[in-house]
């Protein structure tokens, strides 16, 4: 599976980004996408989680983005997205997507792409 991120930016607290990944290589059916993302000097974090087919049922997120953010996505198009609302400072990172299969860790990841949210 290759995954490409792309949306950062340099935005204002308050404001709003959406970042897409392209996901290809193989189907993605009993896959789940998710969404980390790494601060300076920081270990990275879990962000969002969401099943690549079936309901919306299965997202879950990170209580710091609860309400904030939410997790699409577009199976024709083979991307997903992350629409980021109300950005604060510490929302400051670099975001990347990633993929797993049911059951197991994620084992692949996209570049990441930087998200800076100035004060």
Known sequence: VQLQASGGGLVQAGGSLRLSC???G???TFY???WF???PGKEREFVAEMPWS???GGTVYAD???GRFTFSRDN???TVYLQMNSLKPEDTAVYYCAARLYGRTYEYW???TLVTVSS
């Open 22 to 24: 392209a996901a290809s």
């Open 26 to 28: 193989r189907t993605l």
């Open 32 to 34: 789940k996408m998710g």
């Open 37 to 39: 993302r790494q601060a």
């Open 54 to 56: 079936g309901g919306d």
């Open 64 to 66: 710091s983005v609860k």
């Open 76 to 78: 024709a198009e083979n």
């Open 110 to 112: 996209g570049q990441g």
